[in-house]
């Protein structure tokens, strides 16, 4: 029986850390979603550390998920990259992991002389007769046998998915307290405790939490580069973010009750905007009269909305910020901040976007990507969607 996961969200994030004394970590991993919906997850470990192997990893990976976006069987990836990168002595460059996550909750794993990956279900091991292992032995052309692992099965509401490097699990070995290294079942049990504490914690805290105890085991001078991935599927955290009027006041009611049904988090970025809603709703809006730290200008508040701001300026601001981080992880403060957690906090965004120029905007001394905000919402979706693998969707008024 298959699980309707449409109405779930994929959540996946990572942490890596590199080898003490290294500047350059030669663990990859790298994540996309496609037009029809799939979520391709790569976790890529080159063999040592520096710049040879983080080249080596990146190159793999763009190869696995290149193929993946044609669709071409996981063998088939695997084949070409073995052959590229098999290596001519007793070791390749490189071993890896590849999942594969269908719309419909399929999960398609494929690895490579990698740690087996932790599947939690309802916060425990998951050990289904659903669960399909197979091995292949592929033949490269060199004349040489690798062996991968394929595992399929179904994702079922809340499940839990952890790969990670053999750098997390051979870390504090040589110590008294992990002489062996921390093993399969002290990441299993670590994991265990984590979601006890605390269920629903994202997968970016899980990824951290897992790094930093591997760092710790090594009493903090990591001995070789550590990377974990972590997979939630969970119930979608929903954002509706409005800015700029309608194109036509009729419409004004029409947006005015997208933000009074919603259910989820709302957020209104432009003052004539509010203005609309608050007037539609008979609803008011108080004014933050503290300068914010970001030199924008001050944020508002209005029952039953949790954030106000100005509209086109503070967008930009928020664009460059996605541009710029290469995490979701965003410490600094100010409103241009705020919003940008907001978003990255957020799973399913719909915007509602006005069509109405603002004269404003038209000023040449003002900057390029001020002058129509429809571009610069188009492309804060763009780099949630593909950056950070957010579910998007635009509607005009």
């Avoid at 949790?306 to 995490?327: D, F, H």
């Avoid at 905007?361 to 129509?372: G, I, S």
């Amino acid at each position: 029986m298959k699980a309707n996961l449409s109405k779930y969200f994929i959540e996946a994030e990572s942490c890596q850390r590199t080898e003490t004394g290294s500047f350059a970590s030669g663990d990859v991993c790298m994540s996309r979603r496609t037009d029809d919906g799939r979520t391709l997850l790569t976790l890529i470990h080159g063999r040592g550390s520096g710049i040879q192997a983080n080249v080596t990893a990146t190159v793999i990976s763009s190869m696995i998920v290149s193929y993946a976006l044609r669709k071409a069987p996981i063998g088939q990836a695997v084949r070409s990259v073995l052959n590229t990168f098999g290596g001519h002595g007793s070791t390749t460059d490189a071993t890896f992991v590849v999942a594969d996550i269908q719309p419909d909750g399929i999960v398609r794993i494929a690895e490579y002389d990698f740690p087996p990956f932790l599947l939690l279900r309802q916060g425990a091991p998951c050990d289904s007769p659903d669960i399909q292992y197979e091995t292949q032995t592929l033949t490269t052309d060199n004349g040489r046998e690798h062996t991968i692992r394929l595992t399929r099965f179904q994702a079922q509401p809340e499940d839990r998915l952890l790969f990670y490097t053999k750098g997390v699990l051979r870390s504090g070995s040589g110590t008294q307290r992990l002489p062996e290294g921390w093993s399969t079942e002290g990441v299993e049990q670590a994991v265990i405790r984590l979601l006890e504490q605390t269920p629903g914690q994202s997968a970016r805290d899980i990824a951290t939490a897992i790094v930093n105890q591997a760092e710790a085991n090594d009493l903090f001078i990591a001995k070789s580069d550590l990377s974990c991935l972590s997979v939630y599927f969970r119930q979608p955290r929903r954002l509706l973010l409005c800015s700029g009027p309608p194109f036509n006041e009729t419409n004004d009611r029409v947006l005015a009750d997208k933000v009074a049904q919603w259910d989820g988090t709302t957020v209104i970025c432009g003052g004539t905007t509010a203005a609309i809603v608050a007037r539609e709703l008979r609803r008011e809006i108080s004014v933050n009269l503290r300068r914010d730290i970001s030199g924008l200008p001050p944020t508002s508040t209005m029952p039953g909305v949790n954030l106000i701001t100005e509209g086109v300026l503070t967008l930009a601001r928020v664009k460059s910020l996605l541009e710029q981080t290469p995490t979701s992880d965003l410490p600094g403060q100010g409103t241009d901040f705020e919003l940008a957690r907001i978003l990255l906090e957020h799973d399913r965004i719909d915007f509602v976007v006005g069509t109405r120029i603002n004269p404003q905007h038209q000023d040449p001394a003002l900057p390029v990507e001020l002058e129509l905000r429809r571009n610069v919402i188009k492309e804060i979706a763009r780099l949630l969607a593909t950056k950070f693998l957010k579910e998007i969707r635009i509607e005009y008024l």
